[in-house]
């Protein structure tokens, strides 16, 4: 729908701020990071069948060449980026223009978001 519309009527402030509530499940994940980093870890310097299951899923071309650590990074990472795109895309954005106000609120909702990853 966005990239239909987005000739007349430009908007992606309406749309995160309907996803942002979901962005909160983020925050246990977050939480629970480092003990999941270093349980794989451990696991690999441990177990030699699950160090080759992880070698053997990382060579898949749907990998791009990355390690499980580096795929388990990506959603911590997810939230804090978006925080930030919002924030240069109003930055950038007239103060007239009719996303002002969803992109506002979805910075709140996303930053909020973000602060209880964070907590």
Known sequence: RITQ???????IGDILQKLAPFMKMYGEYVK???RAMDMVNTWMQR??????VVHSI???DVCGN????????E?????PRYELLL???LKKLPEDSPDRKDSEKSLELIST???????
């Open 87 to 89: 924030k240069d895309y």
């Open 47 to 52: 177990s030699s069948q699950f160090k080759d």
């Open 113 to 119: 978001a973000a602060n209880h990853s964070n907590a």
């Open 5 to 11: 519309e987005w000739n007349s009527n430009p908007r």
């Open 58 to 60: 990382q060579k898949d």
């Open 75 to 79: 959603p911590v990472q997810r939230i």
């Open 32 to 34: 629970n990071f480092d």
């Open 66 to 73: 990355l390690t499980l650590q580096h795929h388990m990074l």
